[in-house]
């Protein structure tokens, strides 16, 4: 096994104890990265390989690509649930919504509330309307005070519950007449965002356009044809065969930030290098369709019911966000479900946030069990602090080369069958930070449980599944993380733990080499981060203190619930939060599938800085197993939630 040298920038820093955070032994020594760290200046530097890899930019995931915080929209109007089927009461008061509220200034008409209850739904709901917030009351599991979307019966057949957007994977296709120019740079770098065109007249800052890198022969030939190992005695003849020309064509989508003559500047990096020897790439001012803008899924529970574990004649998709800009999902829980809990297409700047997919109910095979799911042209998708369990891949992307740019930070998993991956053909820019398996392998199958490699000729040909892709402090447990490098590209996994990290075969299902890999098992990785790092740098801030708790959307009320600390904990954790006026508030412990474990506190408090405390017990005195737990604070119109880790 070859891991990349740690050298003299392991550094030993005064305020490592504040820096790193998380899983580590906060007395370990800090080390950085040979390729990403921190200057005298404080100010992040990236070194590129000889074929011109270095680690991208992923700071731009995420609603408004991170510049601005999710908002509080104002609830314009109220329903409570009637008896019956409840989808048509819904899709009538969001219909009701927009024809009563025109979009404002801030770019949205209001928020419609669902009060505390159950909303029985045998249809789909469907949230197609620019500036709209569907926001429940709770995603807990009793009614009484809490949003319950049930999904009962099964027409159409393995529909999906609730729709976001414009309602179609179009790939952002649709171009205005005559802006079609070619790219005249000789090579765009994976990591830049500034290139020559043959004519820049056509645009203008601000243009939102699609850069289309075509699937050629060269740049086949470039990359071994997708790496499918279509000759091997595994490989179906004439189903598992190597990519096609015009198979994989690359497309990014970005906005136009500034144009010097007839170089263009655009908002967001290329995740993958344009070679115009061996792809001859162009950009168009894309038409946006029927795209769909601003919009959020807020504090609700979509429980979709089946009659036994392996009965797939349901509800198939929790929530589908398609043609869909600018939109969140926030402390959500999806339970039940075929496929996935979440799953984005055709969608750009997304944030996922405090959401548990679990529970999910089907055969275990192929083409199930994704938990919350990237699909095809799906770029700059955040998701942060989520829970997955019981599912196959929990946090992949299944979107071939379209897909990009995409985060998964503190995310955690529990119980997979399989391994969260770039799951298909040639998807690039993915990030995993900070993810943690919170137990091992299932016994009996693969105990790979994180994959940046090559899947060969596993299911459609998938070949390379991810490229320019990192595994960043992730903790597998005692699974294996597997790590390779595709031609022309790099793969990366920097301080991860697990059990195996490496990228030879065997683990590894195909003979590949293997990617850069750099600090296994080593704790005190600085920047704790590498998401929060690079969105604080470019957002002005100091860097190597990246905090998830500076990002989070500020409440009306001047409600602050704080991280735990420590997280993960054994014994004692202890939470502060802070209240701008007094107000009567209750702290509650929940587990993942929403069952209230304990009440920390209720009652009138004045404002000012409080703390709590919690000894991993019950209310009464029960103790609880390791595993994810979420403390919820509330006031009589809001609340925030945070996730606590008990490992013991």
């Known amino acids: 096994m070859r891991h990349n040298r740690i050298g003299q920038r392991r550094l030993c820093l005064m305020m490592a104890p504040l820096l790193i955070g998380g899983l580590g032994d906060l007395n370990a020594q800090a080390w950085q990265s040979e390729i990403v760290y921190y200057d005298s200046d404080e100010k992040l530097v990236y070194e590129a390989d000889e074929e011109g890899n270095r680690i991208p930019d992923f700071s731009y995931a995420g609603y ?49 509330l669902l009060t505390p209850g159950t909303y029985e739904i045998r249809g789909t709901i469907n949230l197609g309307f620019d500036g709209v917030v569907l926001r429940g009351s709770g995603d807990g599991e009793s009614p009484d005070s809490n949003t319950i979307l049930l999904a009962t019966g099964n027409e159409p057949n393995q529909r999906t519950v609730l729709e976001a957007g414009g309602g179609a994977v179009t790939h952002w296709g ?17 990591g830049e965002r500034s ?10 800052v601000g243009d939102n356009i699609i850069i289309y890198h075509p699937c050629t022969a060269a740049w086949l030939a470039a990359i071994d044809s997708g790496g499918t190992h ?35 500047t655009v908002d967001v990096p290329v995740y993958n290098h344009l070679v115009r020897s061996l792809s001859p790439s162009y950009i168009y001012t894309y038409s946006r369709g029927s795209l769909r803008s601003r919009i959020g899924i807020e504090d609700l529970r979509i429980r979709i019911l089946a009659d036994g574990t392996g009965n797939e004649d349901h509800a198939w998709n929790a929530i589908d966000l398609f043609l869909i800009e600018d939109a969140w999902v926030r402390n959500c829980t999806m339970s039940g479900f075929g496929l996935s809990g979440v799953r984005t297409g055709t969608a750009t700047r997304v944030t996922v946030e405090d959401c548990r997919a679990i529970e999910p109910i089907s055969i275990i095979d192929g083409g199930r069990r994704y938990n919350f799911q990237v699909y095809r042209a799906s770029q700059q998708i955040l998701f942060k602090d989520c829970h997955a369990s019981e599912g196959r891949h929990h946090y992949m992307s299944n979107g071939t080369s379209s897909t990009s740019g995409i985060v998964f930070v503190d995310c955690t998993s529990q ?13 690039t820019g993915l990030l995993y930070d900070n993810l943690v398996e919170l137990d091992g392998p299932r016994p009996g199958y693969n105990p790979r449980l994180l994959g940046l490699y090559n899947r060969g000729y596993y299911g459609t040909s998938h070949g390379w599944s991810a490229a320019h892709s990192v595994a960043w402090a992730c903790d597998v447990h005692d699974g294996d993380l597997i790590v390779q490098k595709p031609p022309t590209a790099q793969n990366y ?43 604080e740098e470019r957002l002005g801030g100091i860097a190597g203190v990246a905090d998830a708790e500076r990002n989070r959307s500020p409440i009306p009320e001047g409600l602050t619930l704080h991280q735990n600390y420590p997280n993960p904990f054994n014994g004692m954790t202890s939470l502060r939060f802070d209240l701008v006026v007094a107000a009567n508030i209750g702290v509650v412990v929940h587990d993942v599938c929403g069952r209230m474990v304990a009440e920390l506190a209720e009652g009138w408090m004045d404002a000012g800085a409080h703390t709590v405390a919690w000894d991993g017990r019950t209310s009464r005195g029960e103790e609880m197993p390791s595993g994810i737990y979420i403390v919820r604070l509330s006031t009589e119109n809001f609340s925030r939630s945070v996730k606590m880790i008990l490992l013991k």
């Open 174 to 190: 649709d171009s205005v007449s005559g802006t079609t120019v070619a790219i005249t740079s000789d090579s765009v770098l994976v």
């Open 230 to 264: 279509s000759d091997l005695g595994g490989a179906e003849p004439g189903v598992d065969v190597p990519w096609t020309v015009g198979s994989q064509p690359i497309s990014f989508n970005r906005y136009i930030t500034g144009i010097a003559g007839d170089t263009i």
């Open 415 to 427: 119980g997979a069958y399989a391994s969260s991956e770039g799951h298909r053909r040639w998807s």
């Open 195 to 204: 290139f020559t065109v043959a004519d820049a007249r056509p645009f203008a």
């Open 64 to 112: 408004s690509n991170g510049n601005d915080p999710i908002p509080n929209v104002p609830v314009v109007e109220t329903i409570s649930p009637i008896d019956g089927d409840n989808t048509q009461h819904i899709n009538n008061a969001l219909f009701q919504l927009v024809l009563s509220y025109p979009v404002g200034a801030d770019g949205f008409r209001g928020a419609l």
């Open 493 to 535: 996994a920097i301080g991860c733990f697990g059990g195996q990290i490496t990228g030879e075969a065997p683990p590894a299902s195909f003979d590949e080499p293997e990617g850069y890999i750099e600090g296994p098992n080593t704790q005190g990785l600085h920047p704790r981060s590498l998401y929060y790092a690079q969105l």
